[in-house]
């Protein structure tokens, strides 16, 4: 059974960084593209960021190009969301997930995605 955990969220001050990770178990994690999104109060959980299963094709929200980096490392079968220049529309609950098949045809579409972990908050004072 697929499981994915989040953490790293926490409170920080507009202009601040964090550093999320997805640990992953019950499959095998580098066989597999892996994606975040996020929901806040009252909106829909949108996509952020998605990144290919040998980690070379990396796929971004306008929201958060050249703010946020994705990555993985295999061998830990661990996904990685850094965030930098953080502001306080980017509160929100961030979900890791991964998909059901290791062929999709779009990482940006919460369909695409069969495994979901709990979230993590982040929440971004002004």
């Known amino acids: 059974q697929v499981q994915l955990v989040e953490s790293g969220g926490g409170l920080v001050q507009a202009g601040g960084s964090l550093r999320l990770s997805c640990a992953a178990s019950?499959?095998?994690?580098?066989?597999?593209?892996m994606g975040w999104f996020r929901q806040a109060p009252g909106k829909e959980r949108e996509f952020v960021a998605a990144?290919?299963?040998?980690?070379?094709?990396?796929y971004y929200a306008d929201s958060v190009k050249g703010r946020f980096t994705i990555s993985r490392d295999n061998a830990k079968n661990t996904m990685y969301l850094q965030m930098i220049s953080l502001k306080p529309e980017d509160t929100a609950v961030y979900y890791c997930?991964?998909?059901?098949?290791?062929?999709?045809?779009?990482?940006?579409?919460?369909?695409?995605?069969?495994?979901w972990g709990r979230g993590t908050q982040v929440t971004v004072s002004s």
């Open positions: 019950g499959r095998t994690f580098s066989n597999y593209a």
């Open positions: 997930a991964a998909p059901g098949s290791p062929y999709i045809n779009s990482y940006s579409h919460t369909y695409e995605y069969g495994y």
């Open positions: 990144i290919s299963w040998t980690g070379a094709t990396t």
